[in-house]
């Protein structure tokens, strides 16, 4: 009898231990761990159930095997009490690191490919990024350097802050230029970042390296960490000193430089070194090309985006040949990723002419790591020779470095004013838009609706399908109302389940059909051919009747939501 009774309470808190610890199977992206402790819980309720059939059968236990599973009996409580205590903190620890990794995973992977050697710190000077740059130049592999607050261990004999550390601390400009010298400056194309170039005695032997780093913003617009760049400056210095002869024409080199350091554009980068060049030195045309083609380390296909001498339409009838055909000098350059020096073009049958009066022609292609970012191509009218393709060599590495910085500015700009989820601008965007159309309408007057939208079923869903589904969902609701709306307007993902949109111009009588199309509209959508009937409440306000601060209209708006909320909850 008692053996009877000690294996049923051992089989019943094992059995409950059980389905405690399958509810991390409701965790996303499930851990192999889950599935480990799921087995042993599987083979361990066996086990016992075997052991009761066997007694049930008439068979009874003897004295060892009564103490066996008596220790069986209090080894199942156990288990049932520590699943009862770690299963939610299990749970929260593996959905909590899978939202981290997940809204880290795509600027891990821009900085991780990114061929200019970089490193990211955060808020606690802790280095989280370390990429395959950085570690090819300084020899220090990510593992080494990644979780520790030393990154300086790769540039300097002693501890120090690097540059990334004073943006961070927000360190003065006296401070930057005690450590760093005169040659510290501000970022000509980062805001609030600063740059700095010297040589570094304890790198490889004695390196020059040119610094960048800028600062990293929470949605909020507080500093969360900063990424440092650093290019190795060694060769140009050392040529440098080999053209140091050619003093005119390092020093037009240096006033090109640093006129198109300031370009916050790729458009405007191209544009400005091509009227600079032309100005500067006696040739006949310059123009960059640009390698629009999705994989640019393998692939090639280059468009004219800027020249010194050639107007729109002619880059684009050019463009075109230049894509049919296959041919071009600057076509040869950037697929074979070297330079081409042609004395007489007229000699090359694969020439295509951009500009009339050419005789010579230099192609010197950008190239940022294995990426073909462009071409630099110099025509004039006399022959160019070696220390001309020296200089065009140099001058082709600087825009490399500030064309991928512009990228890189831009992807990191887009990432943190972009739901991940979604792809709709987030809550930060909404507020810069909101700014804006503030200054506008205040301006030059008019009106304007905010619409904000709280979807009601989301628990249901998640709880009936899976958080997967309600992600799924997530996306359909904000594609819907999305194509609801004009082009004209905006709609941002606010928070959780809501979403705010902008409607310019609009009344409340438009806005009321609005509401009655994006409301039909979700209410129709299907996830995998499963109808969710979404809903959503909404609040609506006025600009300028609910007042004149957007702020106040988008208050307004949200108060409305939830008294719609409230009155459909009472009825």
Known sequence: MWG??????????????SVVSLRLFKVPRRHPCVFLIAGVMILMVWRRLITFIHILSGNSL???????????????????????WAV??????????????????KASQII???????????????VIHWNRACEKLTGIPAEEMVGTRSPWRAFYNEERPVLADMIVDQASAEDLARLYGRSSHPSSTVKDGWEAEFF????????????????????????????????????KMKTGIHLSRSTSRLRTLHDIVKEISGEKTVKSLLDRAASLLKEEMNISNVT???????????????????????DADTMERLTI?????????????????????????????????????????????ILDGEQVLGVISVE??????????????????????????????????????????????????????????????????????????????????????GHMMGDDAMRASAACIRDCLRGSDFVARFGGDEFVALLPETGSDEASLVVERISKRLSDVRVSGIPLDLRADFGLALFPDDGKKMTTVIQKADNRMYENKAGRVDT
């Open 4 to 17: 009877k009774l000690i294996v049923l309470l051992s089989l019943a808190f094992q059995v409950a231990a």
């Open 62 to 84: 003897s004295l060892k095997e009564t103490v066996f599973e008596s220790l069986g009996l209090a080894i199942s409580v156990f288990l049932f009490l520590s699943a009862l």
């Open 88 to 105: 939610p903190r299990l749970m929260q620890f593996i959905s909590e690191k899978n939202e981290l990794l997940e809204k880290h995973s």
């Open 112 to 126: 991780r490919d990114l061929a200019i050697p970089a490193f990211v710190i955060d808020r606690d000077h802790t």
């Open 200 to 235: 570094l005695p304890a790198l490889n032997g004695g390196r020059w390296l040119f610094f960048s780093a800028g600062p990293l913003y929470t949605p909020e617009g507080e500093i969360c960490g900063s990424i440092e760049t650093f290019q190795d400056t060694t060769s």
């Open 288 to 310: 960059f090309l640009e390698n629009t083609a999705d994989k640019r380390e393998r692939d090639v296909r280059l468009r004219l985006a800027a020249s010194s001498s050639l």
């Open 321 to 365: 040949e230049l894509q049919r055909s296959g041919l071009g000098l600057s076509t040869r350059a950037a697929v074979s990723r070297k330079n081409v020096v042609t004395a007489n073009v007229w000699e090359d049958p694969e020439y295509i002419p951009f500009f009339d009066g050419t005789f010579s022609e230099i192609d010197v292609p």
């Open 380 to 465: 004039g009218y006399a022959p160019f020779d070696s220390q001309d393709e020296e200089l065009f060599n140099i001058l082709a590495g600087h825009p490399a470095s500030l064309w991928r910085s512009i990228e890189l500015v831009s992807e990191v700009e887009c990432l943190a004013l972009t739901d991940q989820l979604t792809g709709l601008p987030n809550r930060h965007a909404l507020f810069q838009r909101l700014c804006s159309e503030e200054n506008r309408l205040l301006r030059y007057g008019g009106r304007m609706s905010v619409l904000m939208m709280d979807m009601t079923r989301f628990k249901e869903i998640n709880d009936t399908y």
